[in-house]
């Protein structure tokens, strides 16, 4: 069993920054990807960045790219995910869950957490 634990979500302004966190606790292992996705309301789960446990590869999507970071802090076991410039349709609940190695696809992430609420006002 992972238990995955989000934080850091908020109201933020346009053009602001946030940082998520996201803890993991239980068999985690270092061979293990970690993934970033958000849901807004009435739409699916989409994948936002993954990155391997050890912080070697990486991967984000289209609409992130050049505006967030995802990190990796083993001796934590926990992942960030650092949002710049950040605009009113990033809004969502941002979600982290586990995989065998970096997808893109959330049906390969096998646990999830309880997620985090992101609100960007215009």
């Known amino acids: 069993q992972v238990q995955l634990v989000e934080s850091g979500g908020g109201l933020v302004q346009a053009g602001g920054s946030l940082r998520l966190s996201c803890a993991a606790s239980g068999r985690i292992f270092s061979s293990y990807a970690m993934g970033w996705f958000r849901q807004a309301p009435g739409k699916l789960r989409d994948f936002v960045a993954a990155i391997s446990w050890t912080g070697n590869s990486t991967d984000y999507a289209d609409s992130v790219k050049g505006r967030f970071t995802i990190s990796s802090d083993m001796a934590k076991n926990t992942i960030y995910l650092q949002m710049n410039s950040l605009k009113p349709e990033d809004t969502a609940v941002y979600y982290c869950?586990?995989?065998?190695?970096?997808?893109?696809?959330?049906?390969?992430?096998?646990?999830w957490g309880q997620g985090t609420q992101v609100t960007v006002s215009s």
């Open positions: 869950g586990t995989a065998a190695t970096i997808y893109r696809d959330r049906r390969r992430y096998g646990y």
